[in-house]
Protein backbone atom coordinates (compact mmCIF):
# COMPACT_ATOMS: atom_id res chain seq x y z
CA UNK A 1 0.00 0.00 0.00
CA UNK A 2 0.96 3.77 -0.08
CA UNK A 3 3.56 4.64 2.68
CA UNK A 4 4.71 8.32 2.44
CA UNK A 5 7.25 8.75 5.82
CA UNK A 6 8.24 12.12 6.82
CA UNK A 7 11.15 12.65 9.09
CA UNK A 8 14.06 15.79 9.79
CA UNK A 9 11.69 18.07 11.96
CA UNK A 10 12.83 19.51 14.68
CA UNK A 11 12.97 22.74 17.21
CA UNK A 12 15.39 25.58 15.46
CA UNK A 13 15.56 29.22 16.51
CA UNK A 14 14.48 31.83 13.65
CA UNK A 15 16.86 32.17 10.97
CA UNK A 16 18.05 28.39 11.17
CA UNK A 17 17.73 26.02 8.48
CA UNK A 18 16.17 22.53 8.30
CA UNK A 19 15.70 19.63 5.76
CA UNK A 20 12.70 17.52 5.52
CA UNK A 21 12.67 13.94 3.92
CA UNK A 22 9.62 11.88 2.76
CA UNK A 23 10.25 8.40 2.17
CA UNK A 24 7.63 7.27 -0.41
CA UNK A 25 6.81 3.32 -1.21
CA UNK A 26 3.85 0.87 -2.64
CA UNK A 27 3.54 3.10 -5.97
CA UNK A 28 5.43 4.05 -8.59
CA UNK A 29 6.72 7.05 -7.49
CA UNK A 30 8.04 8.70 -10.66
CA UNK A 31 4.47 8.84 -11.96
CA UNK A 32 3.35 11.25 -9.37
CA UNK A 33 3.57 14.92 -8.51
CA UNK A 34 4.26 15.78 -4.90
CA UNK A 35 3.71 18.19 -2.37
CA UNK A 36 4.42 19.82 0.77
CA UNK A 37 2.33 21.14 2.81
CA UNK A 38 1.92 22.11 6.87
CA UNK A 39 -0.90 22.57 10.04
CA UNK A 40 -0.08 25.23 11.94
CA UNK A 41 -1.44 25.01 15.29
CA UNK A 42 -5.06 25.18 15.83
CA UNK A 43 -5.74 25.71 12.04
CA UNK A 44 -6.36 24.10 8.68
CA UNK A 45 -3.70 22.67 6.25
CA UNK A 46 -1.61 25.30 4.08
CA UNK A 47 -0.09 24.57 0.73
CA UNK A 48 3.84 25.00 0.92
CA UNK A 49 4.71 23.21 -2.09
CA UNK A 50 4.96 20.95 -5.13
CA UNK A 51 6.99 19.78 -8.57
CA UNK A 52 5.86 17.37 -11.14
CA UNK A 53 6.91 13.75 -11.44
CA UNK A 54 10.08 14.74 -12.32
CA UNK A 55 11.12 17.70 -10.78
CA UNK A 56 11.48 20.25 -13.50
CA UNK A 57 8.70 22.45 -12.36
CA UNK A 58 8.30 23.39 -8.84
CA UNK A 59 5.86 25.44 -7.22
CA UNK A 60 5.87 27.66 -4.07
CA UNK A 61 3.33 29.17 -1.85
CA UNK A 62 4.79 33.43 -1.03
CA UNK A 63 5.50 32.50 2.41
CA UNK A 64 7.98 29.69 0.78
CA UNK A 65 9.05 31.30 -2.03
CA UNK A 66 12.80 32.21 -1.96
CA UNK A 67 13.17 30.71 1.51
CA UNK A 68 12.30 26.72 0.60
CA UNK A 69 13.43 23.99 -1.78
CA UNK A 70 11.32 21.42 -2.80
CA UNK A 71 13.11 18.50 -4.20
CA UNK A 72 12.83 14.53 -5.08
CA UNK A 73 15.38 11.58 -6.16
CA UNK A 74 12.99 9.27 -8.35
CA UNK A 75 16.25 6.59 -8.31
CA UNK A 76 15.41 6.58 -4.28
CA UNK A 77 11.94 7.24 -3.86
CA UNK A 78 12.37 9.74 -1.54
CA UNK A 79 11.23 13.68 -1.44
CA UNK A 80 12.71 16.49 0.40
CA UNK A 81 12.09 20.09 1.32
CA UNK A 82 14.68 22.17 2.39
CA UNK A 83 13.81 24.96 4.81
CA UNK A 84 16.13 28.10 5.01
CA UNK A 85 15.72 31.48 7.56
CA UNK A 86 12.71 29.67 9.39
CA UNK A 87 10.54 32.17 10.88
CA UNK A 88 8.31 31.61 14.05
CA UNK A 89 5.38 31.54 11.40
CA UNK A 90 6.68 28.24 10.06
CA UNK A 91 5.76 26.59 13.03
CA UNK A 92 3.89 23.50 12.38
CA UNK A 93 3.44 20.01 11.14
CA UNK A 94 4.64 19.49 7.87
CA UNK A 95 3.51 16.52 5.43
CA UNK A 96 4.36 15.11 1.97
CA UNK A 97 1.62 14.12 0.03
CA UNK A 98 0.85 12.32 -3.19
CA UNK A 99 -0.81 14.12 -6.33
CA UNK A 100 -2.84 11.41 -8.30
CA UNK A 101 -1.39 13.22 -11.64
CA UNK A 102 1.80 13.73 -13.24
CA UNK A 103 1.65 17.89 -12.99
CA UNK A 104 0.47 19.90 -10.52
CA UNK A 105 -3.28 20.61 -9.72
CA UNK A 106 -3.38 24.38 -10.41
CA UNK A 107 -5.58 25.80 -7.67
CA UNK A 108 -6.53 22.21 -6.28
CA UNK A 109 -2.94 21.73 -4.29
CA UNK A 110 -4.43 20.97 -1.44
CA UNK A 111 -6.45 17.92 -3.17
CA UNK A 112 -3.84 15.01 -2.92
CA UNK A 113 -4.74 11.36 -2.46
CA UNK A 114 -2.01 10.04 0.04
CA UNK A 115 -0.37 12.20 3.05
CA UNK A 116 2.23 10.96 5.55
CA UNK A 117 2.01 11.34 8.95
CA UNK A 118 4.09 13.97 9.32
CA UNK A 119 6.95 15.87 11.13
CA UNK A 120 7.04 18.33 13.80
CA UNK A 121 8.68 21.53 13.00
CA UNK A 122 9.08 24.41 15.74
CA UNK A 123 10.64 28.22 15.17
CA UNK A 124 10.93 29.76 18.36
CA UNK A 125 13.71 31.46 20.46
Known amino acids: QVQLVESGGGFVQPGESLKLSCKASGFTFSMHAMTWVRQAPGKGFEWVAALTRSGASTHYAEPARGRFTISRDNDKNMLWLQMNNLKPDDTGVYFC??????????????????RGQGTQVTVSS
Open 97 to 114: GRYNTTYVPAGRRLEYDY
